[in-house]
């Protein structure tokens, strides 16, 4: 089994290459702007092992976007917001404080992620007083400020078939933005924060997305989702859509606070829209979303360090020591 794992992943590896270099011809050739930097540049920057990485996305199904998914991460210089002012001072004595190369970065993560969560949910709240035209079953009754909520520590449980072999998956999520109910998988932004500067591992990231995705489309459900990955220096983005294709965009806090506030924000606009129009949808069902996709998620015991992206049989193993 192995053996045909690695010979699928050499194949994939050849393919993302010759992808890779057509890409570059075209857009040589294109009167079409280019992406600022290439998302193949970025993935091989934050992978420690590439071999890993394309271990995972073809366990998983997942390709790479095609070039006008890269719209996704488009900004205009008036759709980038502006920092509130009672956010930056903050920010910026985190900055001053705490900026010995790998000291308390967790918490720093933690803090910038959660200030930009509070007050995207704070401004939607103020927003939402009446339903939208095009959305029938838009419900602004349900409150932005209760039903978004950012968990620490989520341990996922699944299991799954690929290629013919059952799978078992566990493992430990450093945050989950929810927007609904555990039980029916409501979530679309995961968060790992890295142990250390320099640190960020994308074959992790993309492991974790490839389950939840794939469990949520098992069920049914938008297996759309969005993933980041920081060291509190870069700021790795990814998102991946119901198709299974990924984009990802890479920025650095020093140069692009602005952007990084922006697209938390707008990941968690997207949640509370989600929230709103397709709350309740499922409740005539036998069967929650976790029970059809055999896919649990609960608050984690931090105690438990062996739970770090694990699946059984060990074709993938992208432990977090």
Known sequence: MNTIMNARAIIHNSYYWLERHARLISRATSSRPSVEESQYAQIEKLCKDK??????????????????????????????????????PMLDDFDTSFNFKNMLIPSQV?????????????????????????????????????????????????CFRCRDKKYRMSGIMDYVLWYGDREELEMNLIIFHAPTQGDIDLPILFSYMGAIHGARKRAGRNSALYGIYSDKSDWAFVYLDKYGRYTVRVLNWTTSKREIYTYITRIVEGAIHIMQTNYGSHWEEDKTASEIACCFIDDADWGDKSLHATIKPSVLTGKRE
């Open 110 to 158: 933690s803090m910038i992620i959660t200030l930009a969560i509070n007050h995207a949910k704070k401004r939607e709240a103020r927003r939402v007083a009446a339903p939208l035209p095009e959305d029938e079953d838009y419900r602004p009754y349900n409150d932005p400020l209760t039903q978004i909520q950012i968990k620490r520590g989520q341990i996922v449980r699944t």
């Open 51 to 88: 071999q890993q990485f394309f271990n995972v996305i073809d366990f998983f199904g997942i390709r790479p976007g095609r070039y006008e998914d890269h719209t996704q991460w488009a900004l205009a210089e008036d759709e980038i917001y502006e920092i509130p002012t009672f956010l930056e």
